[in-house]
């Protein structure tokens, strides 16, 4: 009985919450003119921001594993989805058949870059198509819009897979101890999830134009949160000493994703206003993380 309610809640929570997300973004949030996508990138790379400072570190820190070892692993989990980000650019490269970096394709490249800022409304993309080359046209869409060929994908993925995993650990604990304190802690995992999947789904839909694949592949990730339910419920003993690396490592993705592909995205010059607005909801994003977090942590 323990184990089927740890199954149901800890699939409730990590799809559940993806979905709810899903909902949120489907009834305006993005779309309207009040909320444009530029506006969603700030949020979502304020809700990983968060979701890394102001929820998984302090949770890991409070537990008994030491200083040293949780920084040197938030330092490797860094390097390794730096890595993982490089690979996933060249795996984009490879597969839709760009030729190997080189003097020509550089050449090529700063070309179509310089075209972009000659342009201030990103019209180089159309100079590539008005000189009829398919390819080149596609390249310089890429790199002025961002769709296909932006990193962070499978970064945020890992990241978020390792993160449910730990959350479906933790909610087998609370089932473990008391079924009422199980039901408390997947209603709290859900909550918290929420505006860090919307981040999420931003995110995606950045690399993927898709958005029925985005949900698919944040939903699968969410569904990890089972996973760990079911190995926490055998294994719970055993891997509570670990849980603060997982949480870690979560961390390392989300700090990664935020900062090397979210916030230079919205490093372009804006008006007063502009700026003004994308600050805004860089902080909404913290606010409602932490808020939630905090929220969840004292139930």
């Known amino acids: 009985m323990t184990l089927i309610a740890i199954i149901l809640a800890t699939l409730a929570a990590g799809i559940g919450s993806v979905w709810v997300a899903a909902w949120l973004m489907r009834a305006?949030?993005?779309?309207?003119?009040?909320?444009?996508?530029?506006?969603?990138?700030?949020?979502?790379?304020?809700?990983?921001?968060?979701t890394a400072f102001m929820h998984?570190?302090?949770?890991?820190?409070?537990s008994q594993a030491g200083a040293h070892d949780l920084f040197a692993t938030l330092l490797v989990g860094l390097v390794f989805f730096?890595?993982?980000?490089?690979?996933e650019l060249w795996h984009h490269g490879?597969?839709?058949g760009h030729p190997a970096p080189g003097p020509a394709p550089k050449v090529e490249h700063a070309?179509?870059?310089?075209?972009?800022h000659a342009h201030a409304h990103g019209h180089g993309h159309e100079h590539a198509h008005a000189n009829s080359h398919p390819h080149k046209h596609s390249h310089g869409h890429d790199h002025a819009h961002g769709h296909g060929s932006r990193g962070g994908g499978w970064a945020l993925l890992t990241g978020d897979s390792v993160h449910c995993?730990?959350?479906?650990?933790?909610?087998?604990?609370?089932?473990?101890?008391?079924?009422?304190?199980?039901?408390?802690?997947?209603?709290?995992?859900?909550?918290?999830?929420?505006?860090?999947?919307?981040?999420?789904?931003?995110?995606?839909?950045?690399?993927?134009a898709n958005r029925r694949a985005a949900l698919v592949k944040v939903s699968l990730a969410g569904a990890v949160t089972a996973l760990g339910g079911l190995v926490g419920y055998f294994l719970v003993g055993q891997l509570e000493s670990l849980l603060p690396y997982f949480l870690v490592i979560a961390s390392s993705s989300?700090?990664?994703?935020?900062?090397?592909?979210?916030?230079?995205?919205?490093?372009?010059?804006?008006?007063?206003?502009?700026?003004?607005?994308?600050?805004?909801?860089?902080?909404?994003?913290?606010?409602?993380?932490?808020?939630?977090?905090?929220?969840?942590?004292?139930?």
């Open 165 to 208: 995993f730990g959350d479906g650990i933790l909610i087998a604990s609370a089932f473990m101890a008391d079924i009422k304190l199980g039901i408390v802690a997947a209603l709290a995992v859900l909550a918290h999830e929420v505006p860090h999947h919307i981040g999420d789904l931003v995110v995606m839909r950045q690399n993927s």
């Open 111 to 116: 070309h179509h870059h310089e075209l972009g």
């Open 94 to 96: 490879h597969e839709h």
């Open 254 to 299: 989300f700090v990664y994703v935020a900062l090397a592909d979210l916030i230079p995205q919205l490093q372009k010059r804006l008006t007063a206003g502009g700026t003004l607005a994308q600050i805004a909801w860089l902080v909404a994003g913290m606010t409602v993380v932490t808020l939630v977090s905090g929220l969840a942590h004292a139930h």
């Open 56 to 62: 998984l570190l302090p949770e890991a820190f409070e």
């Open 28 to 50: 305006g949030l993005g779309t309207s003119s009040r909320v444009s996508p530029q506006h969603l990138l700030s949020l979502a790379a304020g809700a990983l921001l968060a």
């Open 82 to 87: 730096f890595l993982l980000d490089k690979a």
